[in-house]
């Protein structure tokens, strides 16, 4: 049997140890830049302020609002009438718009968990601030709808968009939906998303 002489075992010991394929070495970069940036993730929400007040200050908890630039910002609402919602809205339907007095119309439905949630709050604001609020049934299934809004002792008027129409006449991108309109039928804030209380009261204040 023959053995290995000095020579190649000497070679072989000082044969250069396989370095790791670029592959791998990216694999690990890309494993630490992860863990850096779920590290910085974790102290910015360990800083973030998670107590609210009175008035729904944006928190932690609260969703943030999408969006307040829609496309009906300084222009007037189109002339529609809505139908009432059962029994919940006017028996001849709503005229928008309705001149004269500032004018807060959100768009909601019963499928739409945030417009759920933010309903009970419109309706304590409405009823404090004494405000024309109208809520436009959007898309759904009326007697869900009208369950929901009885549930919830909503008490101002309630009308349907059935069809969608009037939602694309304000090129609404979602719901829920808010516009504040001025006593001269013109849409001065139109605001994509939940509202907290803090929020709507801001925005009615700026029309009154």
């Known amino acids: 049997m023959s053995t290995p002489d000095a020579s190649a075992r000497t070679d072989a010991a000082t044969e250069p140890a396989p370095q790791p394929s670029t592959g ?5 970069l890309l494993a630490v830049v992860a863990a850096l ?18 008035v729904g200050t944006v928190t932690a908890d609260t969703p943030p609002l999408l969006g307040d630039a829609g496309a009906m910002v300084g222009r007037p609402i189109p002339d529609v009438t809505l139908p009432p919602l059962a029994d919940l809205g006017p ?11 500032p004018v807060v119309s959100n768009f909601w439905a019963s499928w739409c ?12 604001v409405a009823d404090d601030l004494g405000l024309a609020m109208v809520g436009v049934d ?3 299934q ?3 709808a009208v369950a929901l809004a009885r549930e919830l002792g909503i008490t101002y008027p309630l009308v349907t968009d059935a069809d969608g129409a009037f939602g694309q006449d304000v090129q609404l ?12 039928g013109v849409v001065r804030r139109q605001l994509t998303g939940e509202l907290t209380e803090q929020q709507l009261r801001a925005a009615v204040d700026d029309v009154r």
């Open 24 to 28: 791998r070495r990216t694999i690990v």
């Open 37 to 54: 940036i779920m590290g910085a993730i974790v102290v910015v929400a360990a800083l973030r302020p998670t107590a609210t007040d009175s």
């Open 91 to 101: 028996a001849g339907g709503l005229k928008l718009p309705a001149t004269g007095r």
């Open 113 to 124: 968990g945030p417009c759920v949630h933010e309903m009970p709050m419109l309706q304590r």
């Open 138 to 140: 959007y898309v759904d």
């Open 142 to 144: 009326a007697d869900k």
């Open 173 to 184: 991108l979602g719901t829920p939906t808010t516009l504040i309109v001025d006593a001269d």
